[in-house]
């Protein structure tokens, strides 16, 4: 199950750390047997571009695509729930799975970050693993066909989780397709879209479950932005 893994990695914020490790994460993705031959060809543009190219402008692309963009959002629960309460239940109903299954949340990613889910699938039975990411099928069949709309050389890696998923285009992929896509040049555009999102979550951030005060507050507290370098944004 080291696949999950390797396409986790694939999925993260571009680092000297990972290129240097894309030897390896090749050698998983053709070893482990998950993956068909057509489906490696389809991952090796990306992985050449993420051993050889200039590490700023990875990032810059990234930050683009995934973190500017609400509607390419790896952050799964962004594209049912967006910044409601609703959105902190699921959180807890997540955690208390990876607890179950024997995996700690370390970082300072959400519990609905798809890499961390993926982390977490790799410790799972294959049949755990299906199951578990065919309940997100919708959301990676909608991520796979926005990133392919967009050319992006990272549609493959969610073509390659949709297959693994065993899903197809369903009423509630379409429904999420019908939305408009995010143009994450748009800043104005994009800015008001994230204030008309907020929420207050409470009214009393020490009531309740510690579980769901943890995972709120992490929600509460903005992330440190990833910025490419100087000049490149």
């Given at each position: 199950?080291k696949t999950y893994?390797?396409?986790?990695?694939l999925?993260?914020?571009p680092t000297p750390d990972?290129?240097?490790?894309?030897?390896e994460?090749?050698?998983v993705?053709?070893g482990?047997g998950?993956?068909?031959a057509?489906q490696l060809?389809t991952?090796?543009?990306l992985?050449?571009?993420?051993?050889a190219g200039d590490?700023?402008?990875?990032?810059?692309?990234?930050?683009l695509?995934?973190d500017r963009?609400r509607?390419?959002?790896?952050n799964?629960f962004?594209?049912?729930?967006?910044?409601?309460?609703d959105?902190?239940g699921?959180?807890?109903?997540?955690?208390?799975?990876y607890?179950?299954?024997?995996?700690d949340?370390?970082g300072?990613e959400?519990p609905?970050h798809l890499?961390?889910l993926l982390?977490?699938?790799?410790t799972q039975?294959?049949?755990?693993?299906r199951?578990i990411?065919?309940d997100?099928g919708?959301?990676?069949?909608?991520?796979?066909?926005?990133?392919?709309?967009?050319d992006?050389a990272y549609a493959p890696?969610?073509?390659?989780?949709?297959?693994l998923?065993q899903?197809?285009?369903?009423?509630e992929?379409?429904a999420l397709?019908?939305?408009?896509?995010?143009?994450?040049?748009?800043?104005?555009?994009l800015d008001?879209?994230?204030?008309?999102?907020m929420v207050?979550?409470?009214?009393?951030?020490?009531a309740?479950?510690?579980?769901?005060?943890?995972?709120?507050?992490?929600?509460?507290?903005?992330?440190a932005p990833?910025?490419a370098?100087?000049?490149q944004?």
């Amino acid at each position: 199950m080291k696949t999950y893994r390797a396409l986790s990695a694939l999925l993260t914020y571009p680092t000297p750390d990972l290129q240097a490790a894309i030897p390896e994460i090749w050698q998983v993705l053709s070893g482990d047997g998950l993956l068909a031959a057509n489906q490696l060809a389809t991952l090796q543009p990306l992985l050449n571009e993420l051993a050889a190219g200039d590490i700023y402008d990875l990032q810059e692309r990234y930050v683009l695509q995934f973190d500017r963009a609400r509607t390419l959002s790896l952050n799964l629960f962004e594209h049912i729930h967006g910044e409601s309460r609703d959105r902190g239940g699921a959180m807890v109903d997540l955690l208390e799975t990876y607890r179950a299954g024997g995996f700690d949340l370390v970082g300072p990613e959400l519990p609905d970050h798809l890499p961390v889910l993926l982390e977490f699938l790799s410790t799972q039975t294959p049949e755990q693993a299906r199951a578990i990411l065919a309940d997100a099928g919708h959301i990676l069949v909608a991520l796979a066909e926005r990133l392919a709309r967009r050319d992006s050389a990272y549609a493959p890696v969610l073509a390659a989780l949709v297959t693994l998923a065993q899903v197809h285009t369903t009423p509630e992929a379409e429904a999420l397709l019908s939305e408009k896509d995010d143009d994450p040049e748009d800043l104005e555009a994009l800015d008001a879209v994230w204030e008309e999102a907020m929420v207050t979550f409470g009214p009393d951030p020490n009531a309740g479950c510690p579980i769901s005060r943890d995972i709120l507050a992490k929600m509460d507290m903005p992330a440190a932005p990833r910025t490419a370098a100087p000049g490149q944004m």
